[in-house]
């Protein structure tokens, strides 16, 4: 069923992706002027310069919206517990990808910046640990479809 607890936590994977879509990771300040930008690929509320049009920054939106996708096929395959275990143990690992591919793109972006503004500071944005708590929820949907499989499979024994 739809409403099972672990679809309640797959739908929160999915908003978090998007709003990581919306939302910057991370931003540079010289002292206290805001410099740049970063991962924010939609939502861009400064004149700053935006990192987003580099290209590393689309590869972050991509994956973000191929983990939407992801996540909302995971959801409808509520009848199909196996493939749904399986699409979410896939989902995790793009989403430490994510993490990782975010922190070789704000290592260079930083290298960048120090060139140019030697004293610019990174600052992480909320939406920087999106994907850990996407992570965490999707765990924790993958413990609830496994419960529920676990109880598919006692109830099919013969007694």
């Not at 970063?38 to 004149?47: A, E, H, I, R, W």
């Not at 939407?68 to 699409?87: E, H, K, N």
Request: charge should be positive; charged fraction near 15%; proline fraction near 3%.
């Amino acid at each position: 069923m739809i409403q099972r607890i672990q679809s309640v936590y797959l739908a929160l994977v999915a908003v978090l992706s998007i709003l990581g879509l919306c939302l910057p990771l991370g931003q540079y300040y010289d002292g206290a002027n805001l410099m740049a930008t970063l991962g924010s690929f939609v939502f861009n509320p400064t004149d700053a310069y935006d990192a987003s049009k580099d290209w590393g920054a689309i590869g972050l939106a991509v994956m973000d919206i191929i983990i939407f996708l992801l996540t909302l096929m995971t959801i409808m395959l509520f009848r199909y517990r196996m493939r749904q275990l399986r699409l979410a143990i896939f989902s995790t690992i793009l989403l430490v990808g994510t993490i990782a591919y975010f922190a070789v793109l704000a290592w260079k972006f930083n290298m960048q910046m120090q060139t140019l503004v030697p004293d610019a500071s990174f600052h992480l944005c909320v939406a920087a640990l999106f994907p850990v708590f996407s992570i965490i929820f999707n765990c924790l949907a993958i413990h609830g479809i496994r419960k529920d499989e676990a109880l598919v499979r006692s109830l099919d024994r013969l007694r």
